[in-house]
């Protein structure tokens, strides 16, 4: 019997689905790819959230590599990880390209 223990690989398509799977992140995530480079005060003014939610959950998205983070000055900036996000989308692609899909009738 073949052991079925999640790889690494596993790890992390699960830990930004799960980011991405918030719909308050998933908008986020949405607004930072259309204004690369925005700042969290953009986000809290946008969202009406108070900022140390804004702040949880661009913490979250960073940690899946759905976002990178620079500081400029007193502020931190974010875009989308383009790297990992390519490697998202190509896992999702094997996962559909390996499935048969149903005859319809």
């Known amino acids: 019997m073949e052991n079925m223990a999640p790889t690494p690989e596993d790890e992390q398509l ?7 799977g ?6 986020i995530t949405r607004y930072i790819a259309n204004n690369p480079r925005c700042i969290c005060n953009d986000l809290v003014v946008r969202f009406d959230r108070a900022q140390a939610t804004v702040s949880q959950h661009l913490a979250t998205l960073r940690r899946a590599h759905i976002l990178i983070a620079e500081q400029d000055g007193p502020a931190t900036c974010y875009w989308i990880d383009q790297e990992h996000i390519a490697w998202l ?8 390209s390996r499935s048969e899909q149903p005859e319809t009738q």
């Open 14 to 20: 699960a830990a930004m689905l799960h980011a991405l």
């Open 22 to 27: 918030n719909p308050t992140r998933l908008a």
């Open 89 to 96: 989308y190509e896992q999702l692609g094997q996962l559909t």
